[in-house]
């Protein structure tokens, strides 16, 4: 079943991939929006009713796959109608023991609500504060401050989903392990207590797409094996300022 779901995902990720974020018709929109001087006048700009709705079983766009869920996002970049009302949302699908891994988002702080499962999840809100661990069985719901490191596990053996709402049209999302070892090598190894070189290539190399496969006990609990491999097309792009060192092979 497992492995089922997973190659399912890798193809669901392949083709989300693929698809734009912004288009530019829809970039056009979005600054007319933005200069409308009036809330009426952003309703005229949107002239069709159809565009005040957007259905998360059919994005146009906001999509995120690894191979354990996706999650799917409504901001100021995919629903315009947003645009103004300082508001957004993300829909998470999660498979059996699928985590929406560890994130911030640097603009908005978030309210997310268990639909349909008990999720485990975990925050930090910055130096000094304690962690926060909070089971949410169905129709819980728990608050992710702006800017706090925060997670979502399905800690259930069927599919899951959460809706997160957002006090912002454009909150961002910080992927901390896949941002962390975008960062120069020798910074990162020097940050981890003096890593070599291939020893943070190795760990980046490890790091899954979001959303991914969660922790062994999960999985054994509920019969499923982690696959071989996860999806790894979410790393921070290397340029001049953190590329691979000299002569390293890869």
Known sequence: MF??????????STVMHSIPVLSTPLSDEVAELRLDPTAVDRVNTLSSDSQFVFNFLNPPAGVVTGAAGHTVTATSGTFPAVVGNGIAMTIGFLGPCGINTPHTHPRATEINYSVNGTLRAGLLTENGARFVMNELPPGSMTVFPQGAVHFEMNDGCEPAMFVAGFNSEDPGVLSVAQRFFGLPIDIIGATMGGLGVKEVEGLEAMIPDNVAVGTDACLKRCGLHRPPAQPTAQHQPRGSGNAF???TVY
Request: aromatic letters at 24%; charged letters at 10%.
């Open 3 to 12: 492995s089922k779901f997973f190659a399912t995902f890798v193809v669901l």
């Open 245 to 247: 060192p000299t002569g």
